[in-house]
């Protein structure tokens, strides 16, 4: 059973800064790809952004500039480096990874993000 255990989420002001953390508990190199989404409360899940086992990074558009995904192949973790935070990137912040070949998902708890205006 693989999981994911996001960290790293809390309070902060517009401007600030936050690092998201997820630990993953075997091999990242297990995974095809690795994301970060968010959701808002009775909004649809959104797909922040994505790291495939290659590096090769992709944003969606309105975080581009701002956030940076990463991962620690040592520590097996994804980091998301989230910068010039804005009150609309409230939301609970999920760690997601995937297996292409198998269509094999997996998901952590989520972390919440709040940014005050």
């Known amino acids: 059973q693989v999981q994911l255990a996001e960290s790293g989420g809390g309070l902060v002001q517009t401007g600030g800064s936050l690092r998201l953390s997820c630990a993953v508990s075997?091999?990242?190199?297990?995974?095809?790809?690795l994301h970060w989404y968010r959701q808002v409360l009775g909004k649809q899940r959104e797909l922040v952004a994505t790291i495939t086992d290659a590096g090769t990074t992709q944003y969606t558009d309105s975080v581009k500039g701002r956030f940076t995904i990463s991962r620690d192949n040592a520590q097996n973790t994804i980091h998301l480096q989230m910068n010039s935070l804005k009150p609309e990137d409230t939301a609970v912040y999920y760690c997601?990874?995937?297996?292409?070949?198998?269509?094999?998902?997996?998901w952590g708890q989520g972390t919440q993000v709040i940014v005050a205006s």
């Open positions: 997601a990874a995937h297996i292409l070949p198998t269509h094999d998902d997996y």
């Open positions: 075997r091999t990242i190199f297990s995974f095809n790809v």
